[in-house]
């Protein structure tokens, strides 16, 4: 294991996911549209999101000088993220639901798929988060795909892969997502727990 793969914690989720392995052409020439072309919009739902977190802290600042126009504000972005949410629900077809459980960290993913995949394949993976709707679109090596009869029948094999190409941002926004849904976990443990007598 590398010393990134140590750095990000991993997390069982449920996001809404499409994927497809890619020939080595394919791959070139979606690398080479994603350089120099319009960003399309699962980059632009990222580059919203990482938006909205810088954001938050000068709208805190702003509620202290006036409350109306921070709230107004709030406001403006939340229309805009329901905006770009459709946006990408609707290009992509990625549902605006949890579709798969996954294994989840800013280093990789692992999911149970219907078919083998290749080991050593490219993969696309676009990825919704919830209940952020963050959506992330990545490019993945598959590191193993091994039959895991335990699982669901209908999608026996187990497939584990490598993020190889994710932009940074979209790296950020995904370690976010994974310490907050940590922190949720620990919540719900704790409030779990019986009261101490």
Known sequence: ???????????????SMKYRCLTE?????????????????????????S??????????????????????????????DVLIRLLVANEHGLPDHPSHSVSLSASGICFHAADKLPEGSILEIKLMMFPSFISILTYGTIVHCQRDDNGDPEYPYKVSADFSHIQEEDRELMVKHVLQKQAQILREANQSLPDPE
């Open 1 to 15: 294991m590398s010393e990134d793969r140590r750095r990000y914690f991993r997390i069982d989720d449920e996001v």
């Open 25 to 49: 052409s394919e791959f070139s020439q979606l690398l080479k549209e994603r350089q120099t072309g319009f960003p399309d919009k699962i980059a632009l739902s990222s580059a919203f999101s």
């Open 51 to 80: 938006t909205s977190h810088q954001m938050k802290h000068l709208v805190e600042t702003i509620r202290h000088r006036d409350a109306d126009l921070s709230v107004c504000l709030e406001h403006i972005n939340e229309k805009l």
